[in-house]
Every structure is written in C-alpha cells, then in structure tokens.
C-alpha cells in the first residue's frame, strides 16, 4: 500500500518529516523518499529503495544535505517517490498512495492525443505517480487537476503536493478508502495517514479530511479548497490488519476494534456450539496478536505466545521481492517455545487468510514441534476478490486466493456462481469449503469472522466502511 507526511512550519521540519514517514514504514516495503522545500534554495528530493534496509537507516546519511520549512515525504510498495515536476502549474513535488488498474487505457489517451512520451522505468511501466501529475496537469489549477484525475482514475487516489511557496495541497481519495489527518503544534501543521506518528513528534489532533476533500495548508492556517463529498468507503483492512495499534481512524481506535473483534468471534462460535477446548488461544504475529487477546478474553480460554517472531534482522516477512525467499524468511522468523506447543491445543488468530501459502508452512512448523492440535480463526471472512482500490490482497488473479480456489476445486465454475454460500459457514457450501481449506493446510478446525460481526467491531456506519474483498460490492 504506502503511506506519506508532510509538514509546514515556521521552523525547519526535516526531523520531522523524518521521523514522521518513518513511522508510516509498516505500511510499504518498497521504496521511500523525502523532498523539502527552502524559500532561497528551492527543492531538496531524494528516493531510495527500503527492500533490504529500514527507511531510518537508508535516509539517515541525508540529513545534513537536507533543510527547509515545508516537506513531503513516503513509503511506497509501488514506484519511486515522491516526484518533482515543472508544468504550466509550476513545478511542485508530488506524492501518491492508490491503486491505478486503467494506468494502460490512460497512457494510451495521452499518446493518443499528442504526448509524446513518458518516463519508462525498468518493467516498461510508467510511473503511477507521473500519470497522475500528468493528469492534473490537464487543467488549469490544482483544485481542478485533482478532481479530474481522480474521476478518470479506476481505483482510488490521495496524495500530497507541495509547491515553490512552501505550502502543501492534501488530497483526500474520492471516497475516503484512506484517512488523512492534521495534526498541529506551535508552529505549523502537519498531514499524515497515522495520527499516532504525529503525536511522537509533539503535534496534537486538529482535523480529519473528508471524503474527496482538498485542503492547502501553510504555517499559520489551512483552509478547504474543495469540500468533503457525501458518501466515504474507507478500507476495513485499516483496522483489521493494516493500521498501527495506536492509531485511530473515524475516531475508532486500531488495538480497541481488534479486541472487540476476537471477543465477538469468540462470542459468537459459543453461541453456535463450535468452540474447541484448547490449553492456549495464541495470535498469529503480530496483528494476529490483538484480534486473539480478545478471543481468549471472551471464551476465558488461557492466552499465550507459543512462537515469537525474531524481528531484529528481519522486520517484514514480505520484505524480500522474490516470493520463495519470502516464505524461507517467514519460516526462520518463527521462533518456538517448546513448553508451550508440545503435547498442546492451540487456537491461533490471524488477522486474515488471503493465499494461504505462509499460514500452512506456520501450521506445519507448530506440528513439527510437538503440538497436538492446531485450530485457525480469521479475524475476517473469506477473502474472494483482489483489492482493486489499495492493493492489499492483490494478485494477478482471484483464484490465488485461498477461498476462491478451494471453491474452484470443489465445484468448478459453478462454484463461483455461489460465492455468498461458500462465506456462510452455516450452509452446506460454506462448511465444505473450511472442512477442504482444513484437510489442506493441517488445521484441526477452521473459522472465520462473518461479515457483520467485523463490522460491529469497526463500529461506524456499514454503509462507510469498503468491504470489496469480502462480498464485491462496490
């Protein structure tokens, strides 16, 4: 996915920004930059990649060349970032956290219409945030450029803009898929996806964008350049799996959804008679961990730690680019305390199951060690569309996920016409379908969070929240 800062003030911001982006690295893995902007010296900008190095570590040696009162900064799992372009506009820095799926068919136009080239990078794509600026650049003013390039976009769009005044321009996606918040302190302001990020750093809560919302902001004020829209389709998965334990979204903390969400599954499996005996109900590390602490809270089953994940030298299992040394990492990441799984049953949460790949390996690991049973919980339904809007859960088809292929190998294409069955583990298609994914991966049982009760958890209006993956509605 990915995630930005941005900060205004009537003093230097470069540690802020800083340390500001770097508390957004949980959200990308790929690349990051920063770019800063000083009223007599013009712009500073530098990207580097972040596969194989922290971005603190990967941007410390930078500091020193950097300065100034206003910058923008990222982590990105797509393409180099932020960028800086001179058009009819001016030359401005830009940064972009969405999905493109028409980024082809946009390109084309442009060719089409008389452009004549784009920077290519290595793959022979063309850089998602450069389309982006390109649209924009397609009218007259910001405001109108934002509008019309998140209008042709199919996916979704936020973004920051910092310009030769010093002033930065936040966009908030069209339907709010991500939150952007401003925080503020005595000097200026700042723009940020995490609010917990800014409050490390001494700024407290001022404003939460809306829907499709545009805002300028300087060092002493920000106001509305185009109005918060009327309907908002923020992303689950923001507290589901995504978002930092401290941060909070709509006003919904992150760690507080995640223990009322184990607590009604929990809740739930009791009433419907299926809730196992276990010696320990243990999270799968780390956002797992939560979700489990309120399944073992409610059943009153013993919490524990049965494996620890060794992070020192490897903070993302995902890290790597190359998906086989994905999955070796992942399994050297897991660390077991053997007094703890031998001759145990354990009932573990995982914030999701989308392939299943990593989850199998994990329940083969806990068998090896000598546990006697292994029960898998969901902290959300079955996983049946890849993300079009944010890129979680993306694939290059849908029948990479876990869910859609177990139906697939159970009834073909027919299965696929009956997709809300296979969700419902109360119908004969639904419990087939967690008995196969069972015999497959190892687990003694299988169950996932239904669909309402993720949403009593989130706490907001169903209406609001995306739930795309689940159900593929809109």
Known sequence: MGGFFGAVSNRDVVLDVFFGVDYHSHLGTRRAGMIFCDQ????????HSIENVPFRTRFEDDLPGFHGTSGIGCISDTDPQPLLVRSHLGTFGITTVGAINNADELVEEFFEEGEKQFMAMSSGKVNTT???????????????????AQERIEGSLTLLILNTDGSIIAARDAMGRLPVLIGKDADGFCIAFESFAYHKLGYVDEYELGPGEIVKVCADEFTTLAPAGDKMKICAFLWVYYGYPNSNYENVNVEVMRYRNGAIMA???AARGMLPEVDYVAGVPDSGIPHAIGFSTESKMPFGRPFIKYTPTWPRSFMPSNQDIRNRVAKMKQIPVPELINGKRLLFVDDSIVRGTQLGETVSFLYDSGAAEVHMRSACPPIMFSCKYLSFSSSKSDMELIARRTIQKLEGDEGQQHLDEYADPTT??????????????????????????????IGIDPEKVCTYCWNGKE
């Open 40 to 47: 007599e010296t013009g712009f500073q900008r530098e990207i």
């Open 130 to 148: 450069e389309l982006v600026a390109a649209l924009i650049n397609q009218k007259d003013d910001f405001v109108s450029g934002i509008k019309y």
């Open 267 to 269: 809740r739930d499996e």
């Open 428 to 457: 004969e298609r639904g419990a087939c379908m967690l008995r196969t994914i069972c015999e497959e991966l190892g687990f003694e049982s299988l169950s996932y969070q239904s669909l309402q009760g993720m949403l009593d958890a």
